[in-house]
């Protein structure tokens, strides 16, 4: 065992994961959790995939480095924050819990997430949120501080995605393109504006209401907790609302 | 079958989560370094092979060879061996010819014979001398039984074989070669068996490709380079890669920027929203090259004498990472392998899909175009 035990009556605990291999770290933390740990901080992650795979309750996972490929896939509960940037596939189908990355994240960012949030202080690759839904309080959030390449929001079912803009210059619009494509839910905020050659055909586009302002407030203001920024500054930003138009865009796609 | 499925899945998963991997290092300022480091990073990203191949491209590691054609041959017989060296000897003059120096490695097993062959075209025929080495490398891998011409460069060369990158690189003694660009790739095949010649990188004179992906254009692709003499012998799709850059760059003097529009054109309906001039120009590209047009998923990493170049499909449906630190350009499957080796990169971002990232020798490292970019930590 690697594990170094930090601080005990806490229950937290520090893990140098160099050379570990994906299986062997993930059975490491299953038994560190059922051990009990409340923290744990995991140094020199490099490429692991599945972190926090399968973890369910309150433990807060730590990463210092690159975690590899799924981070928190299928995770029901705990917090992962990275200090480093994510790859692909990060929030796979998570279920409930929370991502923080002090960086930026690859692509299929909170690909089919059913529930919990995800934060990512920077830019995200393609495809984020990617059929991302939700049913009843089950309502995943992505959180993203800056823009998103191509097919974002691509056959979202439901949940929020909230993309800030944050690293485009004064002025300049978001550049991906077939945003919301096959959109059959959920709903997008986008701070900042885009053409409308850049949104897919399923997507409508309003202004936020009442409604959509409390669940922006909620949302930035946990971002900007997480990464010291000014939550009123940033929403004093204009904002546009991005909405399925059906809700089965393909209904009669295949029936004949 | 039994036996792939060992090797593919030995804890009996339900799902197979391999892909392929590629790394490529450059240093623009054309300074050497040994295999060391990308051994390391293609290493970090074993997961995503399976064993079924492994290899690596080097550029300026035969500096005292460095006018010659350098020919890394495969032999999977005595006969092809005999054949092909009475076929190089009537054909060039033969400099130098020995065998590659490997050692002996626990992973891997059952190696062909592999030799290298220092070559001057004495007499070309009014050719020019690269395209009269092209037809002589599709001779010996169309016409001599089990002989297959890895790379036929100048001061370049490619290793590779079935195994996991890094036991190739061991069987093949890779971190005694110095040089300034250096591309790797783990296999996972898809359509086709994996053997010798189907590892990756594969090569022409001096253009390499490794690629991760699923070229669905291989049909059409290898048809319209047929017309122009290349020949696909290697049984896997990357092949067409090697042949395109090749004829797009070398014989019709497309610049790269050129090429990636040929390769992964923009999409119709973004040409049309282009400024005149431009429009022209991308659909007089789309009609002539149309059989170029590389159709799929695919990251490539394409390299020749001077230059590195990562490009992706249109809708980037495999990944690309890139990492710059001073001079040296890394391009990878993953960021962590790239972290592995250079930990405080100046700037790490993901290129838009279809738009090259481009290493140049004596150059400062390009930028995507427009990239969706964010800062390194």
Redesign the interface.
């Known amino acids: 065992m690697l594990a170094m035990v930090v601080d005990g009556a806490n229950q937290v605990v520090k893990v140098d994961v160099t050379g570990l291999s ?1 299986r062997k770290l993930n059975e490491q933390l299953r038994q560190l959790v059922a051990d009990g740990a409340s923290r744990i901080e995991l140094l020199n ?3 692991q ?1 599945y972190i926090g795979t399968d973890l369910g309750g309150p433990v807060e996972l730590v990463i210092y ?5 799924a981070l928190g896939a299928f995770m029901d509960g705990p917090s992962i924050t990275v ?3 994510a ?2 596939g990060c929030g796979n189908t998570m279920n409930e819990g929370e991502i923080i990355i ?3 994240a ?2 299929i960012v909170g690909l089919s997430a059913r529930g919990g949030r995800i934060f990512v202080r ?2 995200v ?2 495809r984020a949120a990617i059929h991302m839904k939700g049913y009843g309080d089950k309502k995943p959030v992505l959180v993203v501080g ?6 974002v929001g691509e056959y979202m079912a439901g949940g929020v995605l909230v993309l800030l803009g944050l ?1 485009l210059g004064e002025g300049e619009n978001h ?3 077939f945003i919301g494509t096959g959109m059959h839910g959920g709903v997008i905020y986008l701070r900042g504006s885009v053409e409308d ?1 850049q949104l897919g055909e399923e997507v409508g586009r309003a202004e936020l209401d009442e409604a959509d302002y409390r669940v922006l407030e909620e949302n930035v203001s946990r971002f900007a907790r997480h990464f010291g920024r000014d939550a009123d500054e940033i929403l004093k930003g204009s904002f546009i609302k991005l909405f399925p138009r059906w809700l089965r865009p393909y209904g009669q796609l295949y029936a004949y | 079958m039994k036996e792939l499925g060992r090797v593919n899945n030995a804890y009996g998963d339900d799902k197979v989560i391999d892909a392929c991997s590629i790394f490529g290092i450059m240093d623009t300022s054309g300074r050497g370094f040994s295999g060391e480091g990308i051994i390391r990073a293609i290493a970090n990203m074993h997961d995503r092979g399976n064993s079924l191949g492994g290899g690596f491209a080097v550029y300026g590691l035969y500096p005292e060879h460095a006018d010659r054609y350098a020919f890394h041959v495969m032999y999977l017989s005595r006969q092809g061996k005999e054949q092909t060296e009475a076929f190089l000897e009537d054909k060039f003059k033969v400099v130098y010819a020995a065998e590659v120096p490997t050692r002996r490695t626990p992973n891997v097993s059952s190696p062909p014979l592999v030799w290298r062959y220092f070559l001057e075209v004495a007499d070309a025929g009014g050719q020019p001398r690269d395209d009269y080495v092209m037809s002589r490398v599709m001779e010996i891998n169309t016409g001599i039984e089990d002989s297959f011409v890895f790379s036929s460069g100048k001061n370049m060369a490619v290793f590779k074989g079935v195994g996991y990158p890094e036991d190739i690189a061991e069987y093949f003694c890779l971190e005694r070669y110095q040089g300034y660009l250096w591309t790797a790739h783990g296999r996972f095949p898809t359509n086709t068996r994996g053997w010798w010649g189907g590892a990756h990188p594969f090569c022409l004179l001096d253009w390499t490709g490794v690629h991760n992906g699923e070229l669905s254009s291989y049909g059409i692709n290898r048809r319209f380079l047929e017309q122009f003499g290349y020949h696909c012998t290697l049984q896997t799709d990357t092949e067409v890669i090697a042949y395109a850059i090749d004829l797009l760059m070398r014989r019709h003097n497309l610049p790269v920027e050129m090429v990636a529009r040929v390769l992964a054109p923009p999409l119709w309906r973004d040409i049309e929203r282009c400024p005149p001039a431009e429009r022209e120009l991308l659909t007089a590209l789309r009609q002539v090259y149309g059989s170029l047009l590389l159709n799929g998923p695919f990251t490539v990493i394409i390299a020749h004498q001077g230059e590195m170049i990562g490009l992706t499909d249109r809708i980037r449906l495999r990944p690309l990472t890139v990492g710059v630190k001073g001079d040296i350009l890394y391009l990878s499957s993953e960021e962590s392998a790239v972290r592995l080796i250079c930990p405080d990169l100046d700037r790490a971002w993901i290129p838009v899909g279809g738009q090259p990232v481009i290493g140049r020798l004596g150059e400062h490292v390009q930028a995507a175009r427009e990239g969706v970019t964010a800062d390194a930590n």
Do not use: E
């Open positions: 994906y992650v490099c490429g995939r480095g690159t975690p590899g490929n200090y480093g940037n790859q692909d002090h960086g930026h690859g692509d920077d830019d690759g393609y800056g823009t998103a390449q191509d097919f690293t550049r991906a393109s050659h």
